[in-house]
């Protein structure tokens, strides 16, 4: 298992289009979080799934976005009508359930032009 | 004010110095975990504590649950030190929420 990974690394998207990022866990993982960063700043959470269920969404993710894990597998996380301030690093990141140790990825960075 | 502040924003250090960067919360957390962030956006998680001290290798890290403060000190520090680190606390009754710093940036010269 090569931990946890993002595809893409990099996307530059006009505004007004969508954008879909993947997130393959790590395979015994069975949480999967996804994070949004700006430049300058800590992580902020967006949501988490136990499984394939979503479990807590934060008010960051308005309804353009959407994320699913449909098999409890790896996950997408979907941005619909992109604006310049969907800018941002997608973190993605995946641990057992319980307070243990969450692993990242690489980080999906999004570029709206 | 943020829930989780951190201190300082930057850090400089010359090879080989004792460095220490402090994390202050007003939430109440179950967890709080330090991350380090190198450029290009990658984060390794460095240490999750409840309570007490942890130690890995030139790293320690202390949380004071009743003062709600952790640190993150560094030893002999060296110029591959030089990353990001941000504390995060997992908010009580959340499971996915972390709540995180914004970074202090570690810069060691040689």
């Known amino acids: 298992d090569t931990g946890v990974s993002q595809n893409p690394r990099h996307k530059i998207t006009k505004r007004g289009q969508n954008v879909t990022f993947r997130c393959d866990p790590i395979s015994e993982h069975n949480r999967l979080y996804w994070y949004r960063q700006t430049l300058g700043q800590g992580p902020e959470f967006l949501t988490y799934f136990q499984n394939e269920a979503q479990l807590e969404k934060s008010r960051l993710l308005s309804d353009r976005f959407s994320a699913e894990r449909p098999k409890g597998s790896f996950s997408t996380l979907e941005i619909q009508r992109t604006e310049q301030g969907d800018s941002a690093m997608y973190l993605c990141?995946?641990?057992?359930?319980?307070?243990?140790?969450?692993?990242f990825g690489q980080g999906t960075r999004l570029t709206v032009v | 004010k943020n829930e989780v502040e951190q201190s300082p924003q930057n850090l400089t250090a010359q090879e080989g110095e004792f460095i220490t960067i402090n994390c202050s919360y007003s939430v109440g957390i179950s967890a709080l975990h330090w991350l380090q962030q190198h450029p290009g956006g990658g984060i390794v998680s460095l240490f999750m504590l409840s309570s007490g001290k942890k130690k890995h290798g030139r790293l320690i890290a202390t949380i004071n649950i009743q003062e709600k403060h952790s640190s993150l000190h560094i030893t002999a520090s060296h110029p591959r030190d030089s990353a990001v680190y941000i504390c995060a606390g997992r908010r009580w009754g959340s499971q996915g929420n972390l709540i995180f710093g914004k970074g202090t940036k570690l810069s060691v010269k040689p």
């Open positions: 990141a995946s641990s057992f359930a319980g307070d243990t140790e969450a692993f």
